[in-house]
């Protein structure tokens, strides 16, 4: 069982930026993302990065997003630029032991945390 640890999150105006860090348990090396949720909306991926580095980004988040893994430490950050409204939401940290993609969005989950980003 993996527990995954999120922190960072929180309110910010449109333009700003947040950090967002996951920590796993155990020593296991895991494909991790984040997802994120808005209310009324399916939860989506937005940034995975697989064990060996390889990245991936919603095309939303292109260029004003970036996730790193400290594979020592075990964690995940995703650093946001150039929030925008809409990237207002829950957002979830994954780890699997396949990649992560737009069909399969992680087998572990970590609680959530709230971005708002205020126009």
């Known amino acids: 069982q993996v527990q995954l640890r999120e922190s960072g999150g929180g309110l910010v105006q449109a333009g700003g930026s947040l950090r967002l860090s996951c920590a796993a348990s155990?020593?296991?090396?895991?494909?991790m993302g984040w997802s994120r949720q808005a209310p009324g909306k399916q939860r989506e991926l937005v940034a995975a990065?697989?064990?060996?580095?390889?990245?991936y980004y919603a095309d939303s988040v292109k260029g004003r997003f970036t996730i790193s893994r400290d594979n020592p430490k075990n964690t995940v950050s995703l650093q946001m630029n150039s929030l925008k409204p809409e990237d207002t939401a829950v957002y979830y940290c994954?780890?699997?032991?396949?990649?992560?993609?737009?069909?399969?969005?992680?087998?572990?989950w970590g609680q959530g945390t709230q971005v708002t980003v205020s126009s």
């Open positions: 994954s780890a699997d032991f396949v990649p992560i993609t737009t069909t399969r969005l992680g087998y572990y």
């Open positions: 155990g020593s296991g090396r895991y494909a």
């Open positions: 990065i697989t064990r060996d580095g390889n990245t």
